[in-house]
């Protein structure tokens, strides 16, 4: 379907981190890199952000490079600013009070004034790059204040922003104080965009709470003289590809490997970056609670919790990475016997095709995150399985994911007992409810792909049509 871009018009994509083409041409984008590279290639289509690199002396044009029909254009950043803007505001501030975690937050003046800063100079190396007609679309909350920046310098074009996080209610976002700047900073945009009706509902409260402006119909929010929108876009997978990855991972070096390792006990896998919002911990605390309590599968289980490390300059992931891996020894030195280990507890990152041939040899995916704007590895989890034999999927209440995937084993990942009763369930449930409840999920999954949240998105910021709730949340 043909993009309904101004006619001369292209996409432009911004992100704080850009899938650069590899030198050898091999691209190790993931499934919403890939859709965006998609939608970029159908008018040709500039994607700007940061470079990946940072550095003492800052040059102000962006590096271009040119990859077909895409030009990517990408900034260093200066190393003290990185800190405060990255390391500081956007991980340290933002990231926790999205997660509700208000005992987190740190408040730092000069880490706001940082991230603000930042968004400035990012405004003023794109502004010279775009043409009137260009459709914007900014992701992730690194870059709140960028269109503000860019109408301060004059940018007439349409802007979206797509929050590929949650949106908490206004009680927990107003502790931040730079909470007024940021919801301003909202305002300029056209379209504002989240993966789910209660993280928009959340948002229109925020905006309601603090007087700024009001609804006028369908999904449309007046402020000033400006109207913009606000919606659900809850962003899928392409589920029949994952499939057929997860199909012929089968026989790939680590899939057999794992397979061999097994001898004959069923595998319990999980998969997240190293982040608090996980539930790691709690997840460890409940399958140590599984064991202890269902003896008959001492042995009989192994446990791969696969968790690469994330942001580990940000002190409170530094100290994560030290008490995971402490609870998993603890665990490991508890449970275990001479001849089983019930937790693999590693800290690689795993290629696209090993992990596709993992979910499917699982027989339960835990996917229980503490507070998550959607959850990919869940969707994938589902659409990897052998529909013949498939695995049971434990999702968090709390996982954006939940509202498609609500014929998962639904938990509360605080709960640890409640936790650990379902995994036993799941081990020990039947294949016809098994075949049941995956068929259900599977065919949410068909229904709204990665290129539907694409176009789903860009269809409401360009032709200015009202967003259509999800269907899963009414
Ligand atoms: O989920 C939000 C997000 O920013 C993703 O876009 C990104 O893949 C992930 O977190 C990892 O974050 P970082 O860029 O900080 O490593």
Not at 141 to 144: E, G, Q, S, V
């Given at each position: 379907m043909e993009r309904p871009l101004g006619a001369s018009g292209r996409l432009v994509v911004i992100s704080n981190r850009v899938p650069l083409p590899a030198k050898d041409g091999n691209s190790s984008a993931g499934g919403l890199a890939v859709a965006l590279e998609a939608a970029l290639k159908q008018h040709g289509g500039l994607w700007f952000g940061w470079s990946g690199r940072t550095v003492d002396q800052v040059e102000n044009a962006p590096q271009i490079i040119e990859a077909g029909k895409i030009t990517f254009a990408v900034l260093d950043v200066h190393r003290k600013d990185f800190d405060l803007f990255y390391?500081?505001?956007?991980?340290?501030?933002l990231w926790p009070i999205c997660h509700y975690r208000l005992d987190l937050l740190q408040v730092d003046r000069s880490q706001t004034e940082g991230y603000f800063r930042v968004n400035r100079t990012f405004a003023e190396a794109l502004a010279p790059l775009l043409g009137p007609d260009d459709t914007i679309w900014i992701h992730d909350?690194?870059?709140?204040p960028l269109a503000a920046e860019l109408r301060r310098l004059g940018c007439r074009n349409r802007i979206g922003f797509f929050l590929h996080i949650p949106w908490p209610p206004s009680d927990i976002a107003s502790a931040l104080p730079a909470y007024g700047r940021l919801q301003n900073g909202f305002t300029a945009y056209d379209l504002v965009g989240f993966h789910t009706k209660q993280d928009a509902d959340n948002f229109r409260q925020c905006l309601l709470r603090e007087n700024l402006g009001f609804p006028v119909g369908d999904g449309e929010y007046q402020v000033g003289g400006h109207r913009f929108r606000i919606g659900a876009f809850p962003v899928g997978i392409d589920a029949d590809a994952f499939a057929e990855t997860a199909r012929a991972a089968e026989r790939n070096p680590t899939v057999r490997r794992m397979r061999e390792s097994m001898e004959k006990r069923r595998l319990i896998i999980g998969v997240d970056r190293?982040?608090?919002?996980?539930g790691i911990k709690e997840r460890i605390e409940s399958y140590s609670c599984f064991i202890r309590s269902n003896p008959q599968f001492r042995n009989k289980v192994v446990y791969l919790q696969v968790t690469p490390k994330s942001r580990s300059d940000v002190p409170e992931y530094k100290r994560m990475q030290h008490q995971i891996a402490e609870q998993a020894g603890w665990a490991n030195g508890n449970l275990g016997e001479v001849d089983w280990t019930p937790i693999r507890y590693i800290n690689k990152t795993i290629g696209h095709m090993a992990l596709a041939g993992l979910y499917r040899m699982a027989r339960v995916g835990l996917v229980t995150p503490?507070?998550?704007?959607?959850?990919?590895v869940a969707k994938e989890f589902v659409a990897a399985q052998d529909e013949n034999d498939p695995g049971v999927l434990i999702l968090s209440?709390?996982?954006?994911?939940m509202h498609e995937?609500?014929?998962?084993?639904?938990?509360?990942?605080?709960d640890t007992e409640t936790t650990a009763a379902a995994i036993a369930r799941a081990l020990e449930m039947p294949l016809e409810e098994r075949r049941e409840r995956w068929r259900t999920m599977m065919d949410r999954l068909r229904g709204n792909g990665i290129d539907d949240w694409c176009q789903g998105f860009l269809d409401v910021l360009t032709s200015g049509k009202s967003p259509v709730p999800p269907p899963q949340e009414g």
């Open positions: 390391t500081g505001f956007a991980n340290r501030a909350y690194h870059f709140i190293l982040d608090y919002s996980k503490l507070r998550d704007g959607m959850n990919l209440r709390f996982a954006g994911a995937l609500d014929a998962a084993l639904l938990v509360n990942p605080y």
